[in-house]
Structures are given as C-alpha cells and as structure tokens.
C-alpha cells in the first residue's frame, strides 16, 4: 500500500492522472473488458449504496415510490418526441436479435440470423419513452394524478470518449418521473427535486453546488426547462451533478396521455424527470480528495472511523483490544461505523497510509503507553492533523469530530469555490479568466449562437443561469447586445 | 376496487387466471409494450423492496460485500465455459450496433450500419463470465482469498413463454460470486447460502422450503453441483426459490485464475455462484394468497397495519383522529409500519375490499361507538376473522397478532405441503399422484436418461435429491434399478 501511494500522481502534476490513479488505486473502480464499461469495486460501490440510501429517504419523504420499468424501448418509442430523439440516436446500443447458435466450425458462437428482431430494441439511455408509454394507462382522470415514481436503474449512452464515474458507457442512476395535472404543479416539482438535490449534494456529500438553469444549448433531449446543480472542481472545471425537468407535456402530446380535468374536460398531462448517477462518485471524489488519496465525507464514509493497535507482542495487542472493545460498542450504538483493524500482517504504517487512502475521516491509534495514559492519537483525514485524545468520552468526541470535519470540507470547497468564481465584462477579460480556470460570471445576450460561438472558441460552455442571479443589467460581451443577468460559464466535466 | 375485486377469478376455477389477475389487479406488475418483459408497480416494487433489504443485511452478516460489473458481455466470454454457453445461447439478447440514424424518408430512425460493433455484447443471462475474467485481475495469492462479492442487478433471458414474476425476458435478481482457496471452503460456502436462502424464505416469506441437490439434468450450466430451495404452490406445483452453486475449477480454468497457494504453488481458485430472483414474489403470491386477494407476511408487508375510520360527519372523523394519532406514533415507534386511511372519496367497505386484495395483514376499524366503548375491530387477513378489541394496548396487541399470522401462514403451507407430499413406489402410483399434484417421493436410479424419458412422458421432473433424505433401499420405479434415497418429483413453474 505504501507503495501504492507513492505512486499516486500529483495534482499538481496532472489533475486528470490523479484522479485516474485515485479511482483505481483506493479501489473504487477499474476498466472492464468491455469498452467504455466499468467495475465498481466493492469499496466504490459502498460509497454509491450510502448515497443511494439518503437519496432514496429524501425522495420519500418528498412523497415518491419506486418502480421498475424494462431495460429495453421499442425502437418506434425514441422517435415519437422529435428533440427526445435527436438528442439520443446517436450512443444508443442496439439489440437487434435475441439467441446464438455454435459456429458450424466449432469455434464458438454466433449470431443466429433466424433470431432476428421484428423491432429493434434500445438499451435504455433515458426512460421517458417507455414510462409515458405505461403512463397512458395508469391516467385517466385527475384522481389519478399526481404519480411520483422513482426508478434506480442503470442505463447505457454509448458515449465515444468515457472516463470512471464521470463519463461511462453503462452508469447507474436514479431516474424520477412524475405526471401532474398542472403545469404550475410539475414546474414546482421539478424545482423541489432541484433543491433535494442541492441539499444532499452540499449536506451529505460536501459539495457546495449552484443551482440554476441550463441555455437551450444545454437543455435536456425533450425537455422545456432543464434545472441543474453544478458543482466546482478543484481544477476549477464545473461537473453538472444532477439535472430537474420539467418536461411540459412533450411526452404526454408524444404518448397520448391525457386525463379528464375537474371540469370534466380532457386535457395532457404535465410532466417532469429528474436524476443523478454514478457521476455524483466522480464529484465526490474530485471535490475533497488529496495528494494523500480520497477525503470522503463522513456522512457517506462506509468506514467513518478506524482504531489501528500498536503493539509489539501478542500480550500488548490482547490488552489494547481488550480496552477497545466497549469503545467499539458505544461507538457503534451511536450509529458510528467504526472498523478495528488487528492485523497481524500488515504493518501499523502500512495501514495509516491505506486508510488514508481509502479517505477514512478519522483514524484512532492506541499503544500500550496510550493504554497506560488513558489516551489515544486521533489524526483527522481532512487536514491530517494529529492531536491526543482521552480513551474517556472517545465516543463522543469521536462523533462531534465527525460533524466538524462534514462542515470543515463544506467550507474549504465553498471557499476555493469563492476564491475561483470572478466577474468579468469583456471578452479578453474572459479567455484570461479561463486559463485560470473556475467559474465565471458574465452576461451573455441569450442566443444559442453566441454560446456556440463562444464554446468553439474557448471549449467553455454556460454551466446555468444561477436561480439566484440577481439582475443588472449589462451587454453581452461578444455581440454587445442588452442582457439583465449574468450567467456562469466555465470549462467542464 | 369493489368491482375489481368480483373480477378475480377463484382459485378453484383457473388457478393460473387466478394468479395473472391477482398481480394486475393487486397492483403488483403488468405487461409492458416489450415482449416478456413485465413494469414492477409501486405497490410490487415495495414488496421486493423489503425483500431486497432483509436479504442485503443477511449477506452482510455474512461477510459479502456488493458490487458491481457491466451489463454487457462479449460473446466469446460465453464460448469460454462449454456447458455455460450451451445452456444460455438460445436465449440472448444480443447487442450488434451503438448507433442509430435518421431514416432518410423522415418516418424515423434506422440502425446505422455503419454503427456495427466488431465484437457483439450479450445482455447479461448471469454474470459469471465477466465476473471471472474481471477476478483474474484480483486474485494473485492465497492471502487475495476468499472474495465474497454480491451483485444486485437485471439480467435478461429470452424465453419464450413468459408469466410475470415467475418467467420474464428481464428480471431483477442477486448473484453472488465468491473466490476461495479450497475445495473444502467453496463447498462450505455454497451450502452456507442455501441456508440463508431457506432462513429467508422461511423466516420472511413464510414459504417452507425443502433443501436439495439438483439432479444433472436440472443443473446450473457450468456448475459441479447446484443445491436449490423447493417451495410447493397452492396447486401442488412445485417453484424452484434460489440456488446456490458449487463451481468447482471451472470458470477458474475458463479464465484462467489462478493463485499461489500458501505451499508456494500455482493453484485454480474454486468458485460459487447464488442467486435468488423477482420470482420470489411469484413464490410469496403463490404460497399464501386466497379468492379475496394477496395474503402478505408481516414480515415483508408494505403496510402491516391499516386503520380505518368510520364517520358519519366530519366531526366524527376529527375525533377519531384525534384518538388515532397517538396509536399511530406508538406503532411507528415500535417499527410498526401502520396506514391510517381517512381518504374521503372512498366508503369504508370499498377500503376494506382494496385492503384485502393488497393483502394488508391487519386492519383496524373505529367507529364514534368504539371510541365511546375504547374499543376497535380487528380484522386478521390470513384468516378474515374479526374480533373486537381495546384500544388501550392495541400496539402491543397488534405486535403480537403481527407474529402471530407470521407463523400462522407459514405453518398452514407448511400442513399444505406436508398433505400434498406422497411416497410412491410404482410408475402407476406415481402417475395417478401427479394427476392431484405435490411432491412425489419416488426412488430413482440416479441416470439422466430416466429422468428424461419420465419427464417426456408425464411433465415431472425430479425437483431436488433433499439433503435431509434418509437413506433407504429401494428400486427405480421405471427400470427397476437399485436406489438408495427417494427424491422428489413434481410438476414445476
């Protein structure tokens, strides 16, 4: 493991190797056989299940079920809502017969050309089809509505460039897809999810997040209005982290679903879909880590604490664990994931380096001398501070540590953040301000074109209209032309 | 839901019309628009939903650890393990293209033949071939040993003839994929989780289940040995529940695992695969359900608990409220999950009827004259009694019920089962037995050819050799042959 971390990139060095490196070597995920595909290790995974289980109470505390829809949409259904298609077409992964049959040369199987598809079927890259499909015949009338339903899946965009967690081919989501009778009801449901999302993006996984609205240029394939939550890297990239539709009633129109109104009148249904994914991995990851490996949150840290013995015999190790034991307990009564690491084969520095690895915010060591005292050396992974603590009262002190360090990396991502969000008004202003990277805030005179123009030139795009944008007015400061807001454009992930 | 209600078809007219209305009408699933695959309703994706987390924390207990591998696999990972690919070729979804394009008409879009993948992908029928080609890279030493690794995925098999739950196109389910060192521990371990599959199906679902081995015929492909949990249906059919495999060397010597061993030697690693699937809820339908409905274990119900009130005006109704919020947080506090339903757009008997169909194992009901008296009605879906009771201690006594119909159900399919197991010791006997169902303990002389010519000739097929069978000396029923154990024979879903 020492040597593992030796060979960890620099940020400094390469940001992009780093982040490379990191991902395989504190074992959240490695490339599979299969192009564009990955593996989430089992410590990756535990990560993703922590979040998965937050997100899935806040869903239900906001009123959603879950369901499940099939992996696999008519070919016909992508077609139905034009802009839907159009957006999609192009990294679908198609299923096109349905058995193999042995190669007559006896070298392995093939296609059977008999089994071929009436109607090609699409891996899904999005459910919006096949669920407004299903939708038509669960809405009738308006008793029938709203549906709040939630689905955890994973889906395929058969994307040309991946990268672990931010870009992959296959990626696991949740994807929300409610109907509504009213417009005003699905636009305020599209904007709750939006704030669900911020709250778990900045209190569970540390990470400040601006929430506003995407340009058309940005919007969701179908969507009227895309909501987004965007998040800084500390390379000052920007990574979308989870999008709210609201969807109008593109995909009622689409699938003909219609519901009789309270006056009796039919009517579409309104529609919104939201989702984060597998990329909230990359954005947690990307956020807090360090040259010493991951700093996870404590609040989704499958390990928040780990105790490591120091001892030189057997006798020494049976006491420290003797006296860890209870401590074990309270901790873990209190709700506190805490892992003793005995081992007998690796040793004491070896672990240290691991768990600082795998970003384990609080690392615990008892000696016998520590025994003896009644102390114990803490080390928080965050700052990788050491101080001494008392074997009395571990548990509580312990538990507000965690907390503090949950708020500390809040603060220390808002201020870098802060410290790499500038004004600018002119266009030469703007080129500099990307160099150095971050967001940057500056009017914009509302056309594609513009935006267009501008991520040609620059690779940099708008990241959103802030919600909370205040207006001034100003001009664009390409064309000139009037503008009552600024917005954030910045490279991105 | 009163209407609906009448439209369920009896057991005892059209058991399998019976079991098709039932998951529709109770909300359970529905057909979508992509042949053989099923939409898992709200109501039915809760119920697998607490099957799932029961299920989690019993492999946690036993030290598995989830993860996650591609959906897709290429096809000559099939080839590499020739029984493997012999018993899933015929049913693969095949994916040839990533790429769809305009059709040049305007009626929609096309697969770009320029999109063609060198290499097709299969939709995953099970996971053991990525997964072993993925462990190679995991498994170097002895000390890399055991892995023990859960997936929580959809896998998809193209039969032809489909039933919801119990035979889809897709389908969710679990696989573990575990690594050891020995013959001895992988053995152990395939064992190990029969018996957490047997523990959960009888503990939580409340289904009896008989533990066996298959016979080679009814082997998982590429597997030594497959051990199988059995449950019996109400019309003496038999459902295969889980299996465990014992992989031996196989998939170790397809992809070349190896380890070095703690002598210092090259060594094939030893392999188990487990699996339980969404046709466990075909097997909780099945086992408890009646003419009025589902029949839920306490154990896995959504709603354990409805209460109803009964209200004249909508003072009364305040009032009941009002007695009924306490009751309500007592209940929730005791982890019981409790539904008050005051909805005014329904009668209380149509409530009571929708209740029965979703198979609610409790319900209470509070008039303004019980609340006078401090009484409430009870009503016990397992077996539709009525009773009064106090509303003082109702959670205790709610608790209590809540086992009480737990065990009860169990111990009423397990008296089914125990009715509907015969010992047969001629083809005769054994063919009269079929005609009413259940499971025939017959001897059989151990060949696959008997086994086949039986099966052609009567649609039995033998279910599992029990692993508590005793030792008994007897002859094969069909050609005479000596025997040393009765297995089980059945007609099967």
Redesign the interface.
Known sequence: MAKELKDLTKRADNYSQWYNDLVVKADLA?Q???RG??????YG??I??KMQQQLDRMFKETGH???????????????REAEH?EGF??????????????APDGS??L?DPDAKLEE????RPTSET?IW??YR?WIHSY?DLPIL?NQW??V?R?EMRTRMFLRTA?F?WQEGHTAHATREEAEAEAIKMINVYADFAEKYMGVPVVKGIKSANERFAGAIETYTIEAMMQDGKALQSGTSHFLGQNFAKAFDVQFVNKENKPEYVWATSWGVSTRLMGALIMTHSDDNGLVLPPHLAPIQVVIVPIYKNEEQRQEITKAVEPILSEMRARGISVKYDDAD?RRPGFKFADYELKGVPVRLAIGARDLANGTVEIMRRDTLEKSEGHLEGITDHVAALLEEIQENIFHKALKQREDMTVKVDTYEEFKEALERGGFILAHWDGTPETEERIKEETKATIRCIPLDAPEEDGVDMLTGKPSHRRVIFARNY
């Open positions: 490695e599979s056989a299969v595909c990955m593996v989430i290790k089992p995974y535990a993703w299940e079920q879950n369901a499940y829809f099939p992996l696999l949409i008519p070919k016909s259904f992508l077609s298609v077409a192009k990294e679908c992964a198609v299923v096109t017969h349905h058995r193999l049959k042995n392995g199987v296609v090609e079927l699409i891996i096949i499909n299903t015949n008793r339903v899946a994973n395929m058969w296959e696991l084969n």
